[in-house]
């Protein structure tokens, strides 16, 4: 399975950017798809997830100004950022993986590259 995320990028707080992520996956439509972001020196944290059924979850901090989609026609997910901030400035990675709907727990397995977002003060 190959990523490809796209949509990186810089621009100056309270700017907009929306990322994408092209799967090869087969089983696209039946996998949760999710965004994790890793700053220099720091774990990756998940920033949001959907899983197939189209629940959607997100990190506290980006709540509001996220939002997670998912084509499966094109086997796409988006992440569209708005109000950034200089704290949001990471390597964002996509994936594919499991979503329990039990626990609301989702378990990536499949990495994209990364793609910088910049924010600016």
């Known amino acids: 399975v190959q990523l490809q995320a796209s949509g990186g990028g810089s621009v100056q707080a309270g700017g907009s950017l929306r990322l994408s992520c092209v799967a090869s996956e087969r089983t696209f439509s039946s996998s949760a798809l999710g965004w994790y972001r890793q700053v220099a020196g720091k774990q990756r944290e998940l920033v949001a997830v959907v899983s197939s059924g189209g629940r959607r979850n997100y990190a506290e901090s980006v709540k509001g100004r996220f939002t997670i989609s998912r084509d499966n026609a094109k086997n796409t997910v988006y992440l569209r950022m708005n109000s950034l901030k200089p704290e949001d400035t990471a390597v964002y990675y996509c994936?594919?993986?499991?979503?329990?709907?039990?626990?609301?727990?989702?378990?990536?397995?499949?990495w994209g590259q990364g793609t910088l977002v910049t924010v600016s003060s």
């Open positions: 994936n594919t993986g499991r979503y329990d709907y039990w626990t609301s727990t989702y378990t990536p397995v499949y």
